[in-house]
């Protein structure tokens, strides 16, 4: 009987990642992988230790985060079998479960590079042992869960994409001012890479992003309660 159901499970596992294909995982990986890369040939040619933690910091805390997002509003919002699946199986759990494959890839690959960076010696200053998470895992699921949301409500993973590079690359230029405001940094998303960071801010802002980002992925779950809405969405 075990043995029928983990086989049941894990076609079930394949059929889906061939629905998906290879473009979100690979989306999903880019940044982890391309990071890696980027810190161990900058630790090969004897950069120094400050340029180091500043590549771990910004391949953990923003490129990894932003390209698992990027790949989870894709799954979401670009599905060309929607019409048959909601027929027969809920699609909230269908979505949810895609998606969690590709954020899954992405997440163990930050993972494995933050473990590889700080054996490298290459670790974002005055992060310990907790950094292995919580450095990268909070914004990751802030970004991922309101891209999906957006994807969801616009249907559009090509909006969803945009609009969330943007709010991206708008924390990234406009971080000193964000990080001044008492309302905003409890939601920036490089806190776990900024300098003279209080403890109090720290605590705040990691438990803040997965907050919210928790209720941005209910609200998309109750979009997708009415799977009709995704009927004749965007492709792009």
Not at 212 to 234: K, T
Request: glycine letters at 10%.
């Amino acid at each position: 009987m075990q043995r029928d159901l983990d086989r049941s499970l894990w076609a079930r596992l394949r059929l889906e990642l061939r629905v998906i294909g290879l473009a979100p995982p690979a989306t999903a990986l880019a940044a982890p992988l391309a990071g890696a890369v980027l810190v161990a040939v900058l630790h090969a040619t004897g950069a120094t230790a400050a340029d180091l933690d500043r590549a771990a910091g910004a391949v953990l805390a923003g490129f990894a985060p932003l390209g698992v997002a990027i790949a989870a509003s894709s799954v979401t919002a670009r599905d060309p079998g929607a019409e048959l699946v909601m027929t027969s199986t809920p699609y909230r759990r269908v979505v949810f479960l895609r998606t969690a494959l590709v954020v899954g890839a992405g997440a163990l690959a930050t993972f494995v590079d933050a473990v590889t960076f700080r054996a490298l010696g290459a670790w974002p200053k005055g992060q310990g042992t907790g950094g292995y998470l919580l450095v990268w895992a909070p914004p990751m699921i802030w970004l991922t869960a309101v891209a999906v949301l957006i994807a969801v409500a616009l249907r559009s993973s090509a909006a969803a994409g945009g609009l969330i590079g943007g709010v991206w690359l708008g924390q990234l230029v406009l971080a000193h001012d964000i990080v001044s405001h008492t309302v905003l940094r409890a939601q920036f998303l490089f806190m776990g890479v900024a300098d003279k960071v209080q403890a109090h801010d720290w605590t705040v802002n990691r438990i803040s992003l997965p907050a919210v980002g928790l209720a941005a992925a209910a609200a998309a779950g109750v979009l997708l309660g009415r799977p009709e809405r995704l009927l004749g969405s965007d492709a792009a």
